[in-house]
């Protein structure tokens, strides 16, 4: 990076400091791996509802228990490796095998067959979908820590992420049309009925995605350079495993409390909903507020070993990074505010909006349709944004970028609310040309829904600005704390701070899906009645749907607004790097 100023707060971007545009593109197709898991896997997982007739706050929890397991390892995989010396890095063996097995488990996942019954179909998704977070955390962890070490200069960090962006919305053009896909019985009949079978279709696709994560996944470990390969090898850690026991017994006590307190406060929310219709809620939140007790129990004594201390001291350590601390909130709210909305937007769109529909078959297909347009545009949409992110947070700096952004996406979401008013009539010519079949047909079906629905279609360029900017700007900015971080401890820790991040959002991710299944059911949905729901319940689902993701948007705005994260500031921290330790 040049030490001249072009002008106050911007400072020029040195040659040897920019990411050749091959290996931006490289990295950026890592992202398809990581983002084509996101993409489908959120659409995929309604099978277990749609068409293997597990009830949704059942569904909900087996997404919410693996996420749970996947945080949980998150950082182990970045402390892990944070300290692994290779002769190929630090990063790029985790990134290799992680992309290899992920994506083996992910084919195997969605091998669901209806006849092995709705338990057997449960019980095995959930234990294979905890494999694969675990295998795939494995690749994600240590790929996103490469791309915060790619380069030390403030924009250049926001152009490799931007390219990432940019590449992770080829998976987001097409899984979008998961659905119409699902239910083509062109494409996925039952050999016996002749009707459409989508879980055919969706043990199909899981092989096709587990293809893509693999040989996707494996190119940044070949092809991108690792700046910090060759940093000192770790001290050994050394500790008397009885005497931090003993430490440690002080505060027991009280961290029981709080764990306790803190478990039992979350899933009291959703208990009453659940299939113990035999237990006192009062019984139940003594028996969550115990199992918070063991919890904090067996924290207690893995904490003792000088190994697991080491671990968790380092995940304390990165909290105690302010800015760090308001990056995630930030991005727990943005990101988990949409997620929440995403729950409803489906079943909004095939029980309301399309209601009028002959019967319930027509009104998902033209449904799926409408959400895989939807989709689609937003991810054309999308890239157009997080092109544009780069040059808009050089010109205001990437703090001040989001008081651009993410008022826009509000107002999309707003917009929503009027989008929904545009419910298709029971006389439309629709019904009769979803009954015809053939490819000019579909896309002839598409372009009527498309025209018919607008309102809709213009929300998506204003909502893809809040998700747009957030994982542009954001992942950027923890780069820019992992600066920080090497300037207090001596150390370069991009794996934790990888895993930290991400562990916020996995939560998120987890309590979204937990909260989405308790929420549906709230709102009095029954899939056994399709698109005859009360109008009770679809008032309920849009207004969940369009008034979530704007509450926390606008929390989110006021946290941003305490940020102190300037150009200025990035630049005296890395001169103090260098001439404390030289440049990378």
């Not at 009830?55 to 490796?81: K, N, T």
């Not at 488990?105 to 209806?114: E, I, R």
């Not at 931007?162 to 080829?170: K, N």
């Not at 299939?275 to 067996?298: E, K, N, Q």
């Amino acid at each position: 990076m040049s030490e001249a100023k072009q002008k106050p707060g911007h400072y020029a971007t040195a040659q040897e400091d920019r990411v050749p545009i091959f290996e931006k593109f490289i990295y950026g197709l890592g992202s398809m791996a990581n983002d084509s898991q996101a993409a489908w896997i959120g659409q995929m997982v309604a099978i277990l509802i749609l068409g293997l007739g597990i009830s949704p706050h059942i569904a909900g929890l087996i997404g919410f228990v693996p996420r749970i397991f996947d945080a949980v390892i998150d950082p182990i995989i970045g402390f892990s490796s944070d300290n692994a010396r290779t002769k190929y890095g630090r990063r790029r063996p985790f990134i290799f095998f992680g992309a290899i097995a992920a994506g083996i488990c992910y084919m195997l996942m969605f091998q669901l067959y209806n006849e092995n019954g709705s338990t057997f179909n449960g019980w095995y998704f959930l234990i294979l979908q905890i494999i694969f977070f675990g295998a795939f955390t494995c690749y994600s962890i240590p790929w996103i820590a490469l791309g915060y070490e790619m380069t030390p200069d403030y924009h250049e960090r926001t152009s490799v992420q931007s390219w990432s962006r940019a590449l992770a919305q080829i998976p987001w053009l097409v899984a979008p049309w998961c659905w119409a896909i699902m239910y083509n019985k062109n494409w996925f009949a039952n050999p016996e009925t002749g009707a459409a079978d989508p879980v055919l279709g969706v043990r199909t696709f899981s092989i096709i995605i587990g293809v893509i994560i693999i040989f996707a996944g494996i190119l940044p470990a070949i092809f991108n350079k690792e700046h910090f390969a060759n940093l000192p090898k770790p001290a050994k850690i050394t500790g008397d495993y009885i005497k931090n026991l003993k430490e440690n017994s002080k505060s027991f006590i009280m961290k029981c409390f709080a764990g306790s307190t803190v478990v039992s406060f979350g899933f009291s929310f959703y208990i009453p909903w659940a299939d113990f219709p035999w237990v006192s809620l009062p019984i139940r939140i003594i028996a969550i507020a115990l199992g918070g007790v063991l919890f904090t129990g067996i924290y207690f004594f893995l904490y003792a070993h000088p190994l697991l201390k080491k671990l968790f001291d380092n995940i304390a350590l990165t909290f105690k990074i302010k800015e760090f601390v308001k990056i995630c909130a930030t991005t727990f709210l943005i990101f988990n505010g949409f997620m929440l909305s995403s729950t409803f937007i489906l079943w909004v769109i095939w029980f309301y909006v399309f209601k009028n529909a002959p019967h319930e078959g027509l009104a998902i297909n033209a449904g799926s349709k409408l959400l895989g347009i939807y989709g689609t545009f937003s991810a054309i949409c999308t890239v157009c944004v997080v092109a544009f992110i780069p040059w808009l947070s050089k010109k205001m700096s990437k703090r001040n970028a989001f008081f651009v952004t993410i008022p826009l996406s509000i107002i999309g979401y707003s917009m929503k609310w009027i989008a929904y008013k545009q419910v298709h009539p029971a006389d439309s010519k629709l019904w009769t040309m979803l009954e015809g079949s053939g490819v000019g047909n579909f896309f002839q079906v598409c372009v009527f829904i498309a025209k018919e629905h607008y309102l809709l279609l213009a929300c998506a360029p204003l909502i893809v600005f809040g998700l747009g900017s957030l994982f542009t700007i954001i992942l950027s900015m923890v780069a820019d704390v992992c600066d920080v971080d090497e300037l207090e401890t001596g150390q370069r820790r991009e794996g934790m701070f990888s895993a930290v991040y991400w562990w916020m959002v996995k939560m998120g991710l987890a309590m979204a899906g937990l909260l989405g299944g308790a929420m549906l059911t709230w709102t009095g949905f029954e899939r056994s009645v399709g698109i005859y729901q009360s109008a009770n319940t679809t008032l309920w689902m849009r207004i969940l749907d369009v008034g979530i993701p704007i509450v926390t948007s606008i929390i989110a705005i006021f946290i941003i607004m305490t940020m102190d994260a300037s150009e200025e500031k990035a630049h005296e921290i890395r001169m103090k790097l260098e001439e404390k330790r030289g440049k990378a």
